[in-house]
């Protein structure tokens, strides 16, 4: 079984940073990419920014410049440095995970979500 357990998320003003973490753990043989998503009120959950293994980041137009995801391939865990936050960034974030938990598999997994809120 696997988990992803989110954190880092709150309120912040208009200009502010926060920075989310997300570790996986559980019967873990190999992990593919890492990324971080999010989901606005009336809107359909999106792609903030995702770091494969081994390959370089892939950032939300909106979010570039602002955003930088990085990972500690150690701990099996991913962050996502929020900086110049905007009352738009207002949104639960979701951590996924495409890994392997054997040799022949491949699934993709979620984290419950953290909630941030960027308002004065």
């Known amino acids: 079984q696997v988990q992803l357990v989110e954190s880092g998320g709150g309120l912040v003003q208009p200009g502010g940073s926060l920075r989310l973490s997300c570790t996986a753990s559980?019967?873990?043989?190999?992990?593919?990419?890492l990324g971080w998503y999010r989901q606005a009120p009336g809107r359909q959950r999106e792609l903030v920014a995702i770091k494969p293994s081994g390959g370089s980041t892939n950032d939300a137009d909106s979010v570039k410049g602002r955003f930088t995801i990085s990972r500690d391939n150690a701990k099996n865990t991913v962050y996502l440095q929020m900086n110049s936050l905007k009352p738009e960034d207002t949104a639960v974030y979701y951590c996924?995970?495409?890994?392997?938990?054997?040799?022949?598999?491949?699934?993709?997994?979620w984290g419950q979500g953290t909630q941030v809120t960027v308002s004065s």
């Open positions: 996924n995970a495409d890994l392997s938990t054997a040799w022949n598999n491949r699934n993709f997994y």
């Open positions: 559980g019967s873990i043989f190999s992990i593919l990419a």
